[in-house]
């Protein structure tokens, strides 16, 4: 048995040690707001947080996720309050299709947390997301708004 430790709660799982955490998230523990994009971690839909550091549940396994704090999109949340990346995604009505919207939101959680007010130059190098709908300009507006919030 393995433990993983999602959004605050311990899960033992029987699952292969070198299964992508990704899958033990979506299809073992039932939390889908993670997407599978690419499944080589370069779109970032599938954006966590371990140990606090944005990480892409598709390249990590679950023998390497195991006792470590994994966060995802549905843990974002606390008593009920959004996140202030997640309010300002709705104030500044970021998605269109959304897919790629929770990893993109995930990241963007980790970076402000790091670098609380980020210039445009540190934003550009660290949200490497994918959004194929092309709302990068609304995904900065946002993020210049949470960092605000």
Partial sequence: MTVLVINGKSIQTDIEPDTPLLWAIRENVGLTGTKYGCGVGQCGACTVH?????????????????????????????????????????????????????????????????????????????????CRCGTFQQVREAIHAAARA
């Fill in 50 to 130: 371990i140990d606090g550091v944005a990480t892409r549940s598709c390249t990590i396994t679950v023998g390497d996720a195991a006792g470590k704090k994994i966060t995802t999109i549905e843990g974002l949340a606390e008593n009920g309050v959004l996140h202030r990346v997640q309010q300002a995604w709705i104030d500044i009505d970021v998605p269109q299709c959304g897919y790629c919207q929770s990893g993109m939101i995930m990241a963007v959680a980790a970076l402000l947390k790091e670098t609380p007010q980020p210039s445009d130059a540190q934003i550009d190098a660290t949200i490497t997301n994918i």
